[in-house]
């Protein structure tokens, strides 16, 4: 089992030191972001709420990543017919496919729990046990949450597989889980704003949940802890078992196709080469539930601030972000000036995973197929960009006249503009961090939208790149509601766009897709 | 059709590098089927590749009916096809559509497609199954499916690598056919084969390579005189090689 657990990392990492430097600022400026969340909560005084909350928060999101990748990372491997021709019994391959599956849940639950224990360490000095207690309780976290997940997202596989509006189905049901998750985030963010108050309410409120044999095992109750390690590693066996012997049943309704039994050639209709490489960008990303799952995030949660500034207000918003009036009071922002954040704020989210950074590791074995017609480059990462464009413009546009609604009138032009500009930016950053850093040789979907490094890269890159305008606000103390400032704003992001689309275009980028092979 | 003079590829890496192929000259007339020899690793593969455009090489010229593969590939890749051995194709779209987009992307007319499709996917026996997504497709149904693909805009040079593996006898027998047919309206075929004996029947030419170097090259008759295509290869590969024939 953990020889083909060590192929499947083997084969993911290559030995490089660049790719290892890479991962390690990857993983600091993660645990570093999630840490400040956790500090500033433990400088409001909720540090003592710390570990329960982010138990929470672990356990709702290995939920719904298990949920949304479970499909693709227990079943419908490319590499399952080689492992099986190999001298493993079944039930190993599927024993390593579980510890696989256990250790990217894990990864999550760790990159949460980490800095929250951290922080709770640093504002209350526990004792020795504590750090041992927390190790344990942070290997056990995702285990209940990643067997749920994974067996209502096999369900809701099974059930898509075969059906002829599989996809909506699927896409409908994701859609509900994110909008779920982002509900829960703004529910914590509100709790935030409350201060130490809020933050033991929310702890109580955990009392009659599984949560209150995390909190009792962290305040020294063995018989808590020996309970959550006992309940998690029995479930963990009894789901591996009961997966050996239903495994091959579900693999192959999964990844059965629905096929047409009476069909016949109809018309045959004629398109340009540009559309027609368009329509298959088109399928092929409407056709991995997990690509689509990725970029929603982004999309629902900017129609939500979107709405969120329609419905309540603008002075109201940034409470459902986490920052209290008194702390905007403390930066000296008025209600105007938070207006003008709002498109920026837009921008981040629509900017921070676009469809571009996993674009062409996507196209895995088959880019030598793609290279190998007659069009030109360009031509190929056009159509590539203009799948993000389609996602994400749409939205912003309603997100935009929402805006209109209620913020100042003065630049309304602006609320389309900014969001508009940071989606061409981030396309062009996703498609050109992804020709860097591409993964062609994976097995499974997840490995390349949820894991490859192109996709974590830019999800930094883009990140820093929208925050700049409100950093460069806040440090220099200028007037973002000055016209001259949102020109910038603009008219910078719009400069790197061009010169990046010319370098991938017409420079560097021209030739890397026959490089890549 | 087809002339490549020089051809040389290197493969860098940190442990030092590989020629893969070595200044390799051949010429691939009109109305040839030109079977392409050698081990596993001798160089075909990265041959047709590079002949295809889907990799750059390091010296040496590719011209695919008078245009440089180098200078304007775009133009090269018309005149072309080539099918992988291991053909990666897109699972989750319907065949149909996959034929649909290599139609639109070489802009073959609508009415031209339909009739080649009926001829190309009915002579493989896999018009009924157009409907269905590729990713339901046996390794066969693939191959042949990325065959009619090839043929469906007329190509004027066909390569191939391993094109005969995954093939049910009958699809061999259909694609020996059709590849005799291209031939015979003034196209030719270059192939990469491990089987001796289908290049011995199919081919008018072949050439052998061996760790990138062309080792014989000629007609049929030339390359084996009185002995069997299969010793011929054999002695020469073994023997580290005579110069072409």
Excluded at chain 2, 29 to 35: E, F, K, L, Q, V
Excluded at chain 2, 143 to 166: I, T
Aim: aromatic share 10%.
């Amino acid at each position: 089992m953990f020889k083909l657990t060590v192929l499947y990392y083997r084969s993911m990492l290559k030995p490089s030191l660049s790719r290892y430097l890479l991962i390690g600022f990857i993983v600091v400026m993660m645990f570093g972001s999630i840490g400040i969340q956790a500090f500033m909560i433990g400088l409001s005084g909720g540090a003592a709420a710390l570990p329960e909350l982010f138990f929470v928060a672990a356990t709702f999101l290995t939920l719904i990543t298990a949920i949304s990748t479970s499909s693709k990372q227990l079943f419908g491997f490319r590499d399952l017919d080689t492992q099986l021709s190999w001298p493993f019994s079944a039930r190993t391959i599927v024993a390593s496919r579980v510890l696989i599956f256990y250790v990217s849940e894990l990864a999550f639950s760790a990159l949460l729990l980490i800095p929250a224990f951290a922080v709770y360490a640093y504002f209350l000095v526990p004792e020795w046990w504590f750090y041992a207690v927390a190790l344990l309780l942070m290997l056990v976290t995702p285990v209940i949450p990643s067997i749920i997940g994974s067996i209502l997202g096999s369900l809701l596989a099974i059930v898509t597989a075969k059906s002829r509006f599989g996809k909506a189905i699927e896409f409908a049901g994701l859609t509900l889980i994110v909008a779920a998750a982002i509900a829960l985030n703004f529910i914590l963010n509100r709790a935030n704003v409350g201060g130490e108050d809020a933050f033991l309410s929310a702890a109580e409120s955990l009392k009659n949940t599984p949560a209150v044999l995390f909190s009792n095992a962290l305040n020294g109750k063995p018989s808590s802890l020996l309970l959550l390690i006992g309940g998690s590693a029995a479930l963990f066996a009894l789901f591996s078992l009961a997966l050996g012997k239903v495994f091959f049943a579900v693999n192959s309704a999964i990844t059965s196709k629905r096929t047409n039994a009476n069909y016949t050639l109809g018309t045959v209709k004629q398109s340009g080469a540009f559309t027609a490489l368009i329509a298959k960008e088109l399928k092929m990303y409407f056709g991995s539930t997990i690509y689509v799952f990725n970029t929603l995030f982004g999309v629902i949660l900017a129609l939500a601030v979107a709405i969120a500034v329609a419905v309540l207000g603008v002075d109201k918003i940034f409470v459902y972000f986490g920052v209290s009036e008194s702390e905007l009071a403390a930066l000296n922002i008025t209600n105007v000036q938070i207006g003008y954040f709002i498109p920026f704020a837009l921008a981040f989210f629509a900017a921070m995973s676009p469809t571009t950074s996993a674009t062409i590791s996507i196209e895995g074995r088959r880019l030598e197929t793609l290279v190998a017609l007659p069009v030109h480059t360009s031509r190929i990462y056009g159509a590539k960009r203009l799948v993000n464009y389609i996602v994400y413009i749409p939205p912003m546009i309603i997100a935009g006249i929402l805006l209109a609604v209620r913020l100042p009138s003065e630049y309304t032009l602006f609320y389309f503009l900014i969001p508009l500009i940071y989606i061409l930016l981030s396309a062009e950053i996703g498609l050109g961090v992804n020709l860097l850093l591409p993964k062609l040789n994976w097995t499974t979907e997840t490995q390349v939208v949820k894991q490859s490094a192109a996709v974590v890269v830019t999800v930094f890159a883009n990140m820093i790149i929208c925050c700049l305008p409100i950093v460069l606000f806040l440090i220099l103390g200028l007037d973002i509601g000055d016209e001259k400032f949102l020109t910038l704003s603009f008219c910078i992001p719009a400069l790197i766009t061009m010169v990046i689309a010319y370098v991938l275009n017409f420079g560097a980028g021209k030739n890397r897709l026959r490089d890549l092979l | 059709m087809l002339q490549i003079k020089g051809l040389t590829k290197i493969f860098k890496s940190g442990k030092g590098d590989k020629r893969a192929v070595d200044n390799l000259s051949l010429n691939v007339a009109p109305g040839d089927i030109y079977g392409f020899i050698g081990h596993n690793g001798a160089g075909k593969t990265t041959t047709l590749r590079a002949c295809a455009g889907v990799m750059t090489y390091d010296s040496g010229e590719i011209a695919v009916n008078g245009i440089d593969v180098a200078r304007d590939p775009i133009e090269a890749k018309r005149q072309l096809a080539y099918v992988q051995d291991n053909p990666e194709l897109y699972d989750n779209l319907k065949a149909e559509y996959y034929l649909k987009f290599i139609g639109d992307i070489y802009g073959v007319p609508a009415a031209e497609r339909r009739s080649r499709i009926e001829k190309y996917a009915g002579g493989f026996e896999i018009i009924g199954n157009l409907g269905d997504p590729i990713g339901s497709y046996s390794h066969g149904m693939k191959q042949k499916l990325a065959l009619v693909a090839a043929l469906l805009h007329a190509p004027r040079l066909l390569m191939l690598d391993e094109p005969f593996v995954g093939l049910d006898p009958k699809a061999a027998l259909t694609l020996k056919g059709f590849m005799s047919e291209l031939c015979q309206s003034g196209g030719a075929i270059f192939f990469s084969t491990h089987v001796l004996d289908v290049a011995e029947k199919l081919c008018n030419r072949v050439a052998i390579i061996k760790s990138g170097s062309l080792i014989a090259e000629g007609t049929m008759e030339e390359v084996r005189g009185t002995a069997s295509l299969e010793a011929v290869f054999m002695e020469l590969t073994e023997t580290g090689g005579a110069a072409n024939v």
